[in-house]
């Protein structure tokens, strides 16, 4: 239309032009002045009569573009109206719908309070009601003899080859079995085999594989160095989770056929499946089998525990750690009742669910974190998106506990009144306030030192400072250690998650805030992971960046993979920060990006996606602690700056616990 009407006023200017030159001509123009002009005005006519096509054929095109609007508009609408439909169809038939309404439940066991009761203790006597004695008597209940598998013929077995592929030994192999039999907590199954492999001398593979997986469990997949080294003690281990799934079948009416097909879709669910994986998405996917056995959601929680618990360590594990009552639900553990807990105390800090309090000197010195109710309500209904869970931090923290570890902090009680939660745990100094506090008076000291000291003292010899932080990060790599050892990691390491507790006149470094810690499967050795927790720019390059190839580009950084990462390495990178945190008194970079200059030069330009300009520049943690001045590099050995290199380098490359508890380092520690 612009078009149309643009042409039109330059046609209608065209045209006064020639109407102003008309009337302005005399009869004594020249000849050739009136030949031109009738040239003009003959071309004036063509002109005119063109510009006339030219409007009809405008007029046209208008129409045909009103046309084509409306017919779009209302393809458009009709195209809305369609996917409005669609939405509210899957909002109406929510996949997630049924196991939603399930889990918000009264019938969900771990949602019928904020602290449900805790997992009832499994029955200690081997003593069953016997059914067909029509009496109320309880009678004990005989196992079957077990079969003695005493010839140990294995020619007609073909699983004796994938037993020598494995190098178990056959006797060892057998007696194990025999053991379990004996002790009547293996699947029946087993039992069937056994008996199989008695009479007809043999199993096929088939059988075989059946059989080494109902001994060892998974573990014979991915932990085959263990079971080879022990074939009894891993055979025991798998007895005990053999157990836990006798004894809680027992408590439902599942079969073990039923749980057989249930527990092999929760393995395929979790091995798929990179962590966190959502509780909800498994309970999608065993739709269709929970219809196929008749299992309820209720009694799959029943057997496993809490969904989320299962999602993250697998059916075995659940299964074990539920039957051994170490289970944490989604929801606050039991509510210790100890009405004797004060509430109120110096406000030493502010977590995102309320303040947390000083309790000074009572029980040894303890402080409380206040969970508002009405915080922690938002949460579990979805309506904060926060990443952190207190329910989720309670249970990690109890189970912390439960296994122990000296560079943890104790988790005390949890307790509640109308308004909040109120989470008690051992008492610290947090490490962040005591650089700010300390730091600048040991530089003082120090520099009055290095004064009478040759150049370059401080590159071999710690300040007290260091020797001070030393003596606390030994700890503080302990405990992240134990972490991993048990396959958890914490994701939110630095120093405000970090405390130093005064012990036997000894300064004890420890972790505290397990919020966003997480649990990973036996077959998860390297602890992949996806998304992104945690505090930024503490956090790794590779979690910053995951599954954001786009925005690590604008970045200018380059990483080996987007899609997924190794969070125990994610803590090491988080711990080289809050080693130079504690060193330095200053933050190490503002960005995760080759454009924030400290970043590509404490990184070595390792992550740049242009590192040539780099390749002959001084770069490098010590070359950035110089440019902070004297009070900071004067105050980092080079052992030091060679441990957070370690650590703060692309995955690949970086350090585990294990190795930089080696380091050099820490060898005033270690002897
Ligand atoms: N056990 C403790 N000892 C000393 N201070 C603590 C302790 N627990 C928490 N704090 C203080 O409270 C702050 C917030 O607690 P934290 O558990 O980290 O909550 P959030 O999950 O909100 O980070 C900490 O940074 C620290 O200053
Ligand atoms: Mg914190």
Redesign the pocket.
Known sequence: MDLALGSNSRLFQSIRQRQHYTCGLTTEESREQIEELCSVSSNFESQQAFGKDLTSKFEAARTRWKLLKQQGLRYASKKLEEANEKITSIRTVNKYADALDYLNSKKNPFQTCMFPAQNPKPPTTQSFASGESGSSERCLYVPPVPPKLLSYDWKHCEFAKRIDELEIPRKAFINSIEKLIVECTVHPTAQQLCRKWKTDRGLDSKEGELLLYLVFGRAYEWNLESILMDVEVAMRSHAKVQEAIQSQLERTSISYDAYDLLEREIWTFCENTVAPRKALDLVYQMKPVLEQTGVSIEDLCNVFGPPKHLVQVGPHQAILDFYQGKTFVEDFMPLDEKSEWPTVGDH??????GP?R?LGDFNGG??V?VIKRNKYERRANGLDKWN?D?AS?VAMHRYLTSIGHPNL?RFEAVTMDNLNVYYY??????L??TVKRHRERFWDQWKKTLEDKPDGYHLDNKSPWEQRMCKVFYGIFQGVAFLHQNRIAHR?LKL??M?A?HSEGQLVG?L?????ALQYGEWESDMRNHGKVGTYPFMSPEMCYNMRAMKAAKAEIVISDYQTYDAALNDAWTLGHALWGYAMGVLLWNDIASTDVRFTIATRAKFSSNPSPWRFKQIGLRYLAKRYGKSRTSMCTENLIDLMERLLCPEEERWTMEACLEHPWFDDIRF
């Open positions: 030493l800090g502010d977590s995102h669910w947390v000083d303890v402080i974190k952190d207190p931090e902090v745990q051992e008492r610290g100094v947090e962040f306030s939110d405000e998650n405390v507790v420890k505290i805030d397990f919020g966003v």
